[in-house]
């Protein structure tokens, strides 16, 4: 069973460029969660997403966007980076029916220069 | 709101010795909590969750935890340590949610 598959594995991007990400979970996992993981501010959670509905949201700000596609597969998008934006994305997915924690991705390692 | 306190940010500890990591959460109502480990360049790997039912919660690699609700904790221990154990732990908690507040993370540091 594949696990939970973020591409790119690293990226590098310029200041107020946008940037995509990719993020494709377990089959049969319908909701996907994005976090971001910095050493100073630790993992945070940015959003969820459960049958293309964005379901939950964290306290960043409208530059950081998401949506899940019919097959479950998501994609968040950062605009405007930021030298700040700079981080770890984590992708997770779970079960619908029941959470009972997630699957993490590899995820990607996002650095603006 | 909920937080989550992990009290160590780097535990060091000699191979085949015991290791305790500690995580206390706060919040009002009923939480999952769950411990997570990550390697170097990796993501997250589930070690274990408690969900409901026994307080003892024995996960993957010979760890375990005790939930403890008076005292609002969740302490990752194993008995005894491998090299390969040198990782971060992160601690986290649900409150029947898709969503997971994490601790700050702690760095166990396996010496031979």
């Known amino acids: 069973k594949a696990g939970v598959t973020q591409t790119p594995r690293y990226l590098i991007k310029t200041r107020g460029q946008q940037v995509t990400l990719s993020c494709s979970p377990i089959s049969g996992h319908r909701s996907v969660s994005w976090y971001q993981q910095t050493p100073g501010q630790g993992l945070q959670f940015l959003f969820e997403?459960?049958?293309?509905?964005?379901?939950n949201k964290g306290n960043f700000p409208g530059r950081f966007s998401g949506r899940q596609f019919s097959n479950s597969r998501s994609e968040m998008n950062v605009s405007t980076l930021e030298l700040g934006d700079s981080a770890l994305y984590l992708c997770a997915s779970s079960l619908d029916q029941g959470f009972d924690g997630y699957t993490f991705g590899s995820g990607t390692r996002l650095t603006v220069v | 709101a909920q937080s989550v306190t992990q009290l160590d940010s780097q535990v060091p500890v000699f191979e085949e010795a015991p290791v305790e990591l500690r995580c206390n959460y706060s919040?009002?109502?009923?939480?999952?909590l769950f411990w997570y480990v990550q390697y170097p360049n990796q993501g997250l790997q589930l070690l274990l969750k408690?969900?409901?039912?026994?307080?003892l919660v024995k996960g993957i690699n010979g760890f375990e935890a005790e939930f403890n609700k008076s005292q609002t904790s969740f302490h990752l221990r194993k008995p005894s340590v491998h090299i390969s154990d040198t990782a971060e732990y992160f601690c986290?908690?649900?409150?029947?949610?898709?969503?997971?507040?994490f601790g700050s993370g702690t760095r166990l540091l396996v010496r031979p």
């Open positions: 919040s009002s109502v009923s939480v999952y």
């Open positions: 408690y969900l409901s039912g026994s307080t």
């Open positions: 997403y459960f049958s293309e509905t964005q379901r």
């Open positions: 986290a908690v649900s409150v029947q949610s898709y969503k997971l507040i």
